[in-house]
């Protein structure tokens, strides 16, 4: 007689081995639901219902895959091509919500590992969102802004078809920002001839964007590591920390950390990392990303006692209590774990998605590192995507202080869920388990109630 932890991981295995076999060629996407399948094994022990009803060979197909052409014209007046897609991978819980990603390492593996891990984020949230993905595999540095604003015109002309207020609402991710949202929803509104703001979100706050929506991914990392490190008697202040990447959401990780006494002595960018020992300053970083679109070796021109290292992966070399990855996925493997960990690491808050490798996680929560997931730490980006959506369907706009505090809330809560589902499951101080079958909980009861869909 097989107990329910055997009938459980049999079922997942079997789940798992059949995704194998039809998506073998989607690694990305097979390492997040790999992940996250077999960490709710303890949900399928406890609720066989759940197995009965085949949830999870029906949460991993998304609802919808679309990919088309994108072309257009660069400055020279040469036609170029590029593949847009749109992951649409549950309803469940509310319209199709997740951003897009420019960047030529994009295809459909990589949108489908973000939609997928995008289900169970919208869910913590405890917003009413469902979960997609989309992006292209162009690349916007070295473009002009008439290209890029082409790119996306072309790009929306296909997408918005399938998008819609109450359909699917887009945002921003790597390689998108306020400049391209603002284009795409120029477009949508040319194509529709109707204002709707409610289309997409991370627009700017002067036509129906959200204050604090631009540092809400970072703050909320912060956010969500601070409720963590204060369980163990820790806190920020004083503490050495270390940002890879200097785009959106390490920019004001950065930020935050510094506002609540943090060192932060290093962060990166896709060629190199600087390392500061008098800590880093943010507007030097700043004005090279945000103004002049640098790259960020050009900041030891203004910090002499700072030192450049071409290597992204360099930076994990640096000791430090904190570790925030924002940049990429797979940026930490096993080997930079373990050295952070010989380092003296006391916590690793994710702030981009999936930046950890299985090996680097599973050597995290071998060594007892306080380890926050991306899926709960970086919630708040989409939380306060949310938020817009509210503020635009009820024609209003909150302060900068309302929204952070809403934000701050929220991250507390995802902490707390993610916190007891892990503790209720048998798993207790496993935030990563916790988040996942927090997540999951709320969509398998959506899908269930809601009859065979
Ligand atoms: N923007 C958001 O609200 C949001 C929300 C949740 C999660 N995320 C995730 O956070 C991460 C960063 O997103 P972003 O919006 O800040 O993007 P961004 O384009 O603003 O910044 C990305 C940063 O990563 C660096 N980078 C890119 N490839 C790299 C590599 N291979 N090695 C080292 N650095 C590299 C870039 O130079 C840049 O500094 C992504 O994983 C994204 O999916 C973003």
Redesign the pocket.
């Known amino acids: 007689m097989r107990d329910s932890k055997q009938i459980a991981t049999s079922y997942i295995d079997k789940v798992f081995n059949n995704l194998k076999e039809h998506h073998g060629h989607e690694p990305e996407f097979l390492q997040a639901a790999k992940e996250i399948l077999y960490s709710l094994t303890p949900v399928f022990e406890k609720k066989p219902e759940y197995m009965k009803a085949s949830l999870l060979e029906r949460i991993v197909e998304p609802e919808r895959v679309v990919k088309f052409r994108v072309s257009w014209e660069d400055d020279s007046g040469k036609i170029q091509v590029n593949r847009g897609y749109r992951v649409q991978f549950s309803s469940a819980i509310g319209p199709y919500k997740g951003?897009l990603?420019f960047h030529p390492s994009v295809n459909e593996s990589i949108v489908k590992f973000?939609g997928f891990e995008q289900i169970f984020k919208n869910s913590l949230t405890g917003q009413p969102i469902g979960g997609a993905k989309g992006g292209a595999d162009f690349d916007p540095k070295g473009k002009s802004d008439a290209e890029i604003m082409r790119f996306c015109q072309a790009f929306m002309t296909e997408l918005h078809k399938y998008i819609g207020p109450d359909v699917d609402v887009p945002a921003?991710?790597?390689?998108v920002?306020s400049r391209e949202i603002g284009f795409l929803f120029g477009q949508y509104n040319r194509i529709r001839g109707a204002y709707e703001p409610g289309v997409i979100t991370g627009k700017l706050p002067r036509f129906g964007g959200s204050l604090a929506r631009k540092e809400?991914?970072g703050y909320g990392t912060v956010y969500f590591v601070q409720e963590m490190l204060k369980e163990k008697g820790l806190t920020f202040e004083d503490a050495s920390v270390v940002v890879?990447?200097?785009?959106?959401?390490?920019t004001y990780a950065i930020e935050k950390a510094q506002q609540l006494g943090a060192k932060v002595i290093a962060c990166?960018?896709?060629d190199g990392y600087i390392f500061d020992p008098d800590g880093i300053d943010l507007s030097v970083v700043k004005d090279i990303k945000e103004m002049r679109s640098g790259r960020i070796k050009e900041y030891v021109d203004s910090r002499p006692n700072a030192t450049y290292k071409e290597s992204?992966k360099g930076i994990w070399s640096i000791p430090c209590d904190i570790a925030l990855p924002?940049?990429?996925?797979n940026?930490i493997d096993e080997e930079s774990a373990k050295l952070l960990i010989e380092n003296g690491l006391k916590a690793v808050g994710e702030?981009?998605?999936m930046p950890s490798t299985l090996q680097a996680i599973q050597a995290f929560l071998a060594n007892d590192i306080l380890f926050a997931p991306a899926k709960a730490a970086?919630a708040g980006?989409?939380a306060v995507s949310a938020l817009e959506m509210a503020q635009n369907s009820m024609r209003i706009f909150w302060t900068f202080e309302e929204v952070d505090e809403k934000l701050h809330d929220i991250m507390k809560s995802i902490y707390e869920n993610s916190k007891n589902a892990a503790k209720e499951f048998g798993h207790d101080g496993n935030l990563l388990i916790g988040a996942n079958i927090a997540g999951f909980l709320k969509v398998a009861d959506a899908m269930i109630a809601q009859g065979i869909i």
Do not use: F, H, M, Y
Request: glycine share 24%.
């Open positions: 951003g990603r973000l921003g991710d790597i390689g920002g809400a991914t890879s990447g200097t785009g959106n959401v390490s990166s960018d896709s992204c924002c940049a990429t996925q940026e702030g981009a998605n970086n980006g989409v």
